[in-house]
């Protein structure tokens, strides 16, 4: 069966760091484009960042370019995104979520992607 396990959430003040992650079991991520996206109360869902099967290349939403780093460990098996300088609109739901595009090497910030987790929780407040 295949799975993604997110991890990592947690509430953090304002400033404060954390670093997701995202494990996939029944199958291995090394051919697949990951994206991280997060829902807030209320709100649509957003991607936040992306990651190429090959390069890899990233992609980040405006929001979290410069604060957010997405990277692949492929010996792992694992998916991160590190979060820095966080703020309080960053409080979400986090989602990862993959779709196997090794051919054209494609990753983005919209729903086209296959297989999800079950998502973690991130609070950020004082």
């Known amino acids: 069966q295949l799975q993604l396990v997110e991890s990592g959430g947690d509430s953090v003040q304002p400033g404060g760091s954390l670093r997701l992650s995202c494990a996939a079991s029944?199958?291995?991520?090394?051919?697949?484009?990951i994206a991280w996206f997060r829902q807030a109360p209320g709100k649509e869902r957003e991607g936040v960042s992306c990651?190429?099967?090959?390069?890899?290349?990233?992609n980040y939403a405006d929001s979290v370019h410069g604060r957010f780093t997405i990277s692949r460990d492929n010996a792992k098996n694992t998916v991160y995104l590190q979060m820095n300088s966080l703020k309080p609109e960053d409080t979400a739901v986090y989602y990862c979520?993959?779709?196997?595009?090794?051919?054209?090497?494609?990753?983005?910030?919209?729903?086209?992607?296959?297989?999800w987790g079950q998502g973690t929780q991130v609070t950020v407040s004082s």
């Open positions: 979520a993959a779709v196997s595009r090794y051919r054209d090497n494609w990753c983005g910030l919209v729903d086209r992607y296959d297989y």
């Open positions: 029944g199958f291995t991520l090394d051919s697949y484009a």
């Open positions: 990651i190429t099967v090959r390069g890899p290349l990233t």
